[in-house]
Structures are given as structure tokens and as C-alpha cells.
């Protein structure tokens, strides 16, 4: 979730059994306390952007998590060989399933498939099924769906698929934890899969890099005309004007947000409705 992540929903996410992402975005000494505040035993990762790779962070991260994971470059056996070095296990998210095999080749434990569903930067130009269809046959070390994964129905079909496990970020911009400014969260609540579009407006520092937002978003910020920074930043609570016309980043998942609720509780849901939905099917 980029620069959207934080230790309290890290940790919270953590705290309901599941794993929970910082981001070494904001460098190796902001990622150090922020990784000062993650209790111990605590079940968290660290995810880097390649194009905004701080090495010291990688180091920190290997050090003192159990996993760290690359994004938005072709994977390498170097930054695995790092992450190893420190202890931790190295993941790589990718959007190919050519991109899938070299994560493997280079010896990632890991490998995090995104269709073109998801909210944010979007590495992919294919849905996630027929993505995790193709990685399936591609590699043999554990996969994890990521894209349009926003409620318990969704998280089945995907380990139905053929997933070990699933990334959800869109449902967690609407978690407690997390401090999403109000009126983003009220415009994802308001939003389904069909107000979100892949664009490059919010390119400003990271250009030609796809993202997938709120249309609500585009038409805010072209309004504005020259007053639109059109920055990849998203709107935190400390934000004041103009947030509508921000980068509201939305998945096509964005139809299972409903309102402000715990993470815990958003595990608790998807997970009991997809246990449901894989008993009924026999698995």
C-alpha cells in the first residue's frame, strides 16, 4: 500500500493473524522507528518501489522482519541474495507470469501475483484469474492473489484458483487504524468497481507508471485546472483542501468497503465467509 501503510495498521493486521505491511518508501531511518513501535513476535513485512529503492532500508528490513518484498522492477538475484542475508524471506510482486518465473528463478519464497483489478500502481495488464492461472503452471513457491480481493467471496475464489494466500489493500483504506482522511473514505463507501480506471494522471515524481484511482478523482483534479499538483500522494487526515481532487487510490474491490470498521474485523469477515464458501465446495 505504499506510502499509505502504517505501523498501527501493521501491527492490527498483525494482531488478527494475519500479515502485516510496512512501507520502506519512507526510508531507512523513518522505517527503523517505525519498525521501533512493531511489538515483538509481531508478524510484519517490509515492501519496497524499486524505483525508490533505499538499500539501507532493505537492510533494516531483512534484519528485523520476517519477510520483504520488491515491486515495479524486474526481480533480481541481488536484492533476494540481501533480504537472505539478513534472515528474513524475500517475496516479489509481479504482473506477468514471465515476471513470476524470473521471482523464482532469482530466488524469491514468494511470489505475489496482481491482476489489473488492484487499487494503486498496477504492474499488470490482465485479471488476476486467468494471471494466477498462468503463474500457477509457472512457478512451485508459494502465491499470493492480490487485485479485486475485497471480501470473503473473492478471497475464495482466488485460493480456488489456485492461491496460497491473499493481499487485500483497498478494504484496509476504510480500517480504524489507518488514517485515511474522512471524505476518501466516504468517496470509497459511495464508489463500485466500475468508478475506478487505470490512469496516469497522478504521475507527477513516478510518471508512466499506471495507477488505478476513483474517476471522481480525475474530474476533481481537471477542474481545478492549473491549482492540480497531480502528485501520487494520497490524503491523509492531516490534509486540508481540494482532497477530492487527490489520488483517491481504488481497487475494483472497492464495492466491498462499506464503512469505517477495525482491520480485525474485515479479517474476521472475509476469512468466516470464505471458510463458508470452501466447506460448501468441499475444501
Known sequence: MGGVATPDLAIAVSDAGALGMLSGVVGGDALAGQLDLVPDGATVGVNFLVPFLDREAVEIAAARTKYVEFFWAEPTHELINLVHAG????????????????????????????????????????????????????????????????SGRAMAAALVAGADAVRVGTRFIA???????????????????????????????????????LKSAIAAGTAL???????????????????????????????????????????????????????????
Open 87 to 150: 534472515g528474513a524471506l524475500a517475496g516479489w510482486q509481479v504482473g506477468t507470469h514471465d515476471e513470476a518465473r524470473a521471482a523464482a528463478d532469482a530466488g524469491c519464497d514468494v511470489v505475489v501475483a496482481q491482476g489489473v483489478e488492484a487499487g494503486g500502481h498496477v504492474r499488470g495488464t490482465i485479471g488476476l484469474l486467468p494471471l494466477l492461472d498462468e503463474v500457477c503452471a509457472t512457478v512451485h513457491v508459494p502465491i499470493v492473489a492480490s487485485g479485486g480481493i475485497g
Open 225 to 283: 485546472g492549473a491549482a492540480q499538483a497531480w502528485t501520487p500522494d494520497w490524503p491523509s487526515t492531516s490534509d486540508g483542501t481540494a482532497v477530492e481532487a487527490r489520488a483517491l487510490y481504488a481497487g475494483q474491490s472497492v464495492g466491498a468497503v462499506h464503512e469505517r470498521q477495525p482491520a480485525a474485523a474485515i479479517i474476521e469477515e472475509m476469512t468466516a465467509r470464505a471458510e463458508t464458501i470452501l466447506r460448501r465446495s468441499g475444501r
Open 175 to 213: 480500517a480504524i487504524e489507518l488514517g485515511a482522511h474522512p471524505d476518501y473514505v466516504d468517496a470509497l463507501c459511495g464508489a463500485t468497481a466500475d468508478d475506478t480506471v487505470l490512469s496516469t494522471a497522478f504521475g507527477v515524481g513516478w510518471p508512466d507508471a499506471p495507477h488505478r484511482v
